[in-house]
Nanobody
Framework: QVQLVESGGGLVQAGDSLRLSCAAS????????MGWFRQAPGKEREFVAVSTWSGGSTYYADSVKGRFTISRDNAKNTVYLQMNSLKPEDTAVYYC??????????????????WGQGTQVTVSS
């Protein structure tokens, strides 16, 4: 079992930066692909970024490419999402997820076995 706890959300202005953190329990963290998703009011949860188990490969949604960076520290069981040049359309609840024992495409929520509770990010214009 893996427990995930996100932190770092908040209210910022357009153009500002935030760094989200996701702390994971469990010794298998370093073997899991870790993703970030977000969900805006009235919308479906959408893929933001993913890091493979080693951090050697990362993938991003087109909407955040060049602005967001995912990274992980397996020694600390933590994954990060650095968000720069934030826009009002980035406003959402951000969730981290661990793929765990599931497989499948990194881009789909169904491919992740474990989820955090989410952290709110609000970007004002």
């Amino acid at each position: 079992q893996v427990q995930l706890v996100e932190s770092g959300g908040g209210l910022v202005q357009a153009g500002d930066s935030l760094r989200l953190s996701c702390a994971a329990s469990g010794r298998a963290f370093s073997t899991y692909a870790m993703g970030w998703f977000r969900q805006a009011p009235g919308k479906e949860r959408e893929f933001v970024a993913v890091s493979t188990w080693s951090g050697g490969s990362t993938y991003y949604a087109d909407s955040v490419k060049g602005r967001f960076t995912i990274s992980r520290d397996n020694a600390k069981n933590t994954v990060y999402l650095q968000m720069n040049s934030l826009k009002p359309e980035d406003t959402a609840v951000y969730y981290c997820a661990a793929q765990g024992y599931l497989g499948g495409s990194y881009y789909y929520t169904q491919s992740y076995a474990y989820w955090g509770q989410g952290t709110q990010v609000t970007v004002s214009s």
